[in-house]
């Protein structure tokens, strides 16, 4: 148990030396001399697998014609050799091929870059040159992630699965996708943020970044609302399906993890690898993250739209700053010190007089109250002259507008409320009870006396039916064109009682109707009433005549 701490304990201490070593990498972007640092920084990212002695950066310097291009093969030296102990660069073991000592004492220093440096020095450029850029967002990306997810969810759950070949093509390329979406949307949020945070915008600034807050910014938000749904289901569908995955993948192509394994099986732990995007299970932990609330932290996609309230914000507050602005109203720190510097001088007399004359503070007391509505009164009406107003008691004795006591409680409704849903429930009943009566007197409606409720539904559904009868087209009848009702399809139903009623002319038919209101006769016309039921794909179909 002391062996495995003390071996934990190691290991924490040489992972924080390790870091205390990347941090000192970072030291060259912040020395004096730092100008010179990334000039020669450039020339060796210019070069892959290179190793360069001073002769050789001498001369691509003086070619650049960057700052350190003065620099003599001694200063150089120096700077090299602080390059090294932080880091960013390597000493060759390149062996030296000279004919001469003083050759080889030029030569015999050469230098190679680190891949901690060559990275770092990768990131200084691209914020040297588009830190202050609107990176426009790879908005097309998320779509060919979503097309890519559902493609692979379809693969891999077809007999079989996917070819390993064809799904580690598929994986790379999709991480590849939504890795530069994603950077792309860190990238323009935190530009959206530094601008909407300054207080310096003119009105032709700010109408630009308005627009491009309202379309851009909306145009991002709704593609990503509209496509997360869509992506969390895609990846819902494979997630039981990715361990299993990695493994045949892993199986099929190890890449450098071949590496860290010797041919007897032990591990080197001199050999660190970093994986392909994809290759591990958390990374698609990561992008199931950033589509679902999975860690109960919330998801990148809520954090978009709460980046974008908080953007709507900032722009409100830089429409009122600017609105105040124009009014003059922007600050008046100035004149209130001048203010306050002549009260301070003044005599107590004088201080009354400029108190009067800056804030409008007079003796009388002006009560903002209007006049009946039946009384126009000109605005050149003395006070002296015009009618009395009636002054309200509590304004008059507390000086406030404010009602006094106990608010009143809210109404109960719930009465009322249980009274309508009751007589909704009645009507329904008796509906029903209808709708029962008529499908049970169809076929025998001379031998039934209908109720009005049943009388007043098929005169409903009666109206309705030949409503929807269509004029057949005009026929001659002894050189006159007329046109006739063709109700051989005349129909009406009510899908919530599951009734219909079937409209057919038959001459010489006589069908009466006996109810309790009186009797109806309809001449030429048969009535067929039936039942309905939900069929297949959604469609009602008469069951019952």
């Not at 100008?35 to 691509?60: N, Q, S, W, Y």
């Not at 379809?154 to 890795?179: H, M, N, Y």
């Not at 064109?481 to 001459?507: G, K, N, Y």
Request: glycine share 8%.
């Amino acid at each position: 148990m002391g062996a495995s701490v003390s071996g934990a304990g190691q290991d924490a201490d040489e992972e924080a030396r390790r870091r205390r070593r990347r941090l000192n990498a970072y030291t060259y972007l912040s020395a004096p001399e730092r100008l010179e640092h990334v000039a020669i920084m450039r020339v060796f990212c210019g070069t892959l697998l290179a190793d360069l002695a001073v002769p050789d950066i001498m001369a691509k310097l003086r070619q650049t014609g960057a700052s350190a291009a003065g620099l003599d093969a001694d200063t150089l030296t120096v700077r090299l050799e602080q390059l090294v102990q932080w880091g960013n660069l390597l000493r060759s073991s390149h062996t030296v091929n000279a004919s001469s000592i003083s050759e080889y004492q030029r030569s015999r220093s050469r230098y190679q870059l680190s891949k901690l440096g060559e990275r770092i020095q990768r990131d200084a450029d691209g914020v040297l040159t588009e830190a202050d850029a609107a990176r426009e967002v790879s908005n097309e990306l998320l779509a060919l992630v979503e097309r890519g997810l559902r493609e692979l969810a379809d693969l891999v759950t077809a007999p079989g699965g996917v070819e390993p070949q064809d799904g580690l093509e598929r994986i790379s390329t999709l991480f590849v996708q939504f890795t530069e979406f994603a950077d792309s949307i860190r990238d323009f949020y935190a530009y959206l943020g530094q601008v909407l945070s300054r207080y310096d915008l003119d009105s032709a600034e700010y109408q630009g970044f308005k627009e491009l807050l309202l379309d851009y910014v909306e145009a991002i938000t709704e593609d990503v609302a509209f496509r997360a749904p869509r992506i969390s289901a895609a990846l819902d569908t494979l997630w039981p399906h990715i361990p299993a995955l990695l493994d045949r993948l892993d199986s099929h192509a190890q890449g450098l993890t071949g590496l860290s394994t010797q041919a007897q099986g032990e591990s080197r732990p001199d050999v660190r690898i970093q994986r392909s995007r994809g290759r591990e299970f958390a990374d698609w932990e990561g992008l199931r993250g950033w589509f679902s609330n999975t860690d109960g932290q919330g998801s990148q996609v809520d954090q978009l739209r709460d980046a974008t309230l908080r953007a709507l914000q900032s722009l409100l507050a830089n429409a009122k700053r600017m609105l105040r602005s124009a009014t003059g109203e922007m600050s008046r720190r100035k004149d209130l010190l001048r203010l306050a510097r002549w009260f301070d001088e003044a005599a107590p007399q004088d201080a009354h007089d400029i108190a009067v004359a800056a804030f409008g503070l007079y003796g009388a007391r002006h009560l903002g109250i209007p006049p009946a509505t039946d009384e126009v009164v000109p605005a050149y009406t003395s006070w002296w002259t015009g009618p009395v107003v009636e002054v309200p008691v509590a304004l008059r004795e507390r000086g406030s507008r404010a009602q006094r006591g106990r608010a009143s409680a809210v109404e109960d409704h719930s009465a009322q409320k249980q009274l309508l849903r009751e007589a909704a429930r009645q009507r329904a009943a008796a509906r029903a009870a209808a709708a029962d009566e008529l499908r049970s007197a169809s076929g025998r409606f001379a031998e039934v006396r209908l109720t009005s409720a049943a009388l007043g539904l098929l005169l409903e559904l009666l109206a309705t039916a030949l409503g929807n009868a269509q004029l057949s087209r005009p026929v001659s009848t002894e050189g006159e064109r007329t046109a006739v009702f063709d109700l051989d399809s005349a129909s009406s139903e009510d899908a919530e009682l599951r009734i219909r009623l079937t409209v057919r002319r038959t001459a010489g038919t006589r069908t009466v109707l006996y109810s309790a209101d009186g009797d109806l006769l309809l001449d030429d016309l048969e009535l067929d009433i039936g039942r309905t039921s939900a069929a297949v794909g959604g469609e009602a179909e008469a069951s019952v005549s």
